[in-house]
């Protein structure tokens, strides 16, 4: 049966803000405390998933999480009403507010690892909603995506939501921005590359030593076990550790892979040649040839690949067989990085096309086109058979714009956070958008 990916784009939440709360994400710590946008932000992103929809791309949503997180900020000793709360966190701890008020769910490529039903021994579509322990503002998150996620795929004919791993260093699990398909085309079986940055029970596989590495092997396995996926079909390969040190702080920084093509940064794995021949031999199982697209680094180097987030790019196959790539603008500002996409599309290769988007506010945080989606390529019935009421479509754009446009400031400072009328206001804007999205009962407002 023929399937389709749908890209469900994370939306903005109303708390956006720079707290630096990433470290080893460049981008998060350079821009720690400056004032954000966060109506800007969240249209940028309505603004991208509008055009692809319009461009014939299946495209839906995920909607943003309740913030300020009371359940940590109480479960930490800040007690009283919900204001005394906020005023106590904002004095004795602004660190701890700010990870309380983190808008991190809009990257919703960490939401979850998904596994599409050709894959799986039970022939369903497997999602694990990944634990993100390494940071405390993204480790809250799991609770309200596995909800989230039941709710949309609640048919259990057709998905499995599983429980997230357990929340420890040893099963670090950043979902699936560590995780790539690759196989002829959407609706055909596929080889499942993970990629993780160390190995916990093995003290002397190499790891990165400035940066935190926050997939582990374990965790990687652990979800390919849970998902049925057949071990001649799974490949499991080692990111370079010397990367993740100058801030590859996820895969998709540095690698994206769409059907047969895979397009990476020579640096990008500890093992290049070894990658490359384990997905070839998984990939003849598949009667599926990798298109490798490589870029060195005479081209394109490391530092320029982090600051523009040339990586992070969806690679959307077109009707035609070719296939488009979404960058953000930043590669166009970046010179090498321009010189070097001219000339891809101009090789006469598989990727032809380039679609821009201004999505600065995401990607100050370090969060780029791809790190905005979460994939899941679903056959006809399947698309039937989750909730509707996230695709994205002309009159829904429009209603979420006007929402955005009622409900979200268009300043945030960090002595904001402090300001009771926030979480008022958040609250607010959510109950409304479970209505708008005709998912009840979404939150636990
Ligand atoms: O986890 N930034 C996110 C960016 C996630 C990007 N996702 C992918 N590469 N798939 C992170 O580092 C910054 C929040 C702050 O500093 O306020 C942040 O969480």
Known sequence: MSAREFNFDGLVGPSHNYAGLSFGNVASFNNVKSASNPKEAALQGLAKMRALAARGFAQAVLP???????????????TGSDAD????????????LAC????????????ATVSPSRDTADGRVHFTPANLNNKLHRALEHVQTSRTLRAIFGDERHFAVHDTLPSTPAFGDEGAANHTRLGAHHGAEAVELFVYGRVEFDPQAPAPKRFPARQTLEASQAVARLHGLADA?????QQNPDVIDQGVFHNDVIAVGNADVLFYHEQAFADEQGALFQLRQAMAGVDAE????????????????VHSYLFNSQLLSKA???????????????AAVARYLEGLVAS???????????LRQSMRNGGGPACLRLRVALDEREAQAMHQGVVMTEALYHTLVAWVEKHYRDRLAPQDLADPSLAVEVHAALEELSRILGLPGLYDL
């Not at 035609?320 to 970046?334: F, R, S, Y």
Request: net charge negative; charged share 20%; hydrophobic share 45%.
């Open 100 to 111: 309380a008020y983190s808008a991190s769910p809009m990257w919703t490529a960490n939401a």
């Open 290 to 305: 990798l298109t490798p697209i490589r870029v060195e680094t005479s081209m394109v180097s490391v530092q320029d690949a």
């Open 233 to 237: 079909r799974t490949v499991f390969v």
């Open 64 to 78: 943003p999480q309740d913030r300020p997180n009371f359940r940590l900020l109480r479960s930490l000793g800040f």
């Open 348 to 358: 006469g290769g598989k990727v032809d096309e380039l679609i821009h988007f201004d």
């Open 320 to 334: 035609d067989g070719k296939m488009a790539l979404v960058i953000p603008q930043e590669c166009q500002e970046n």
């Open 85 to 96: 709360v906020l005023a106590r966190a904002f004095k004795e701890s602004p660190v701890i």
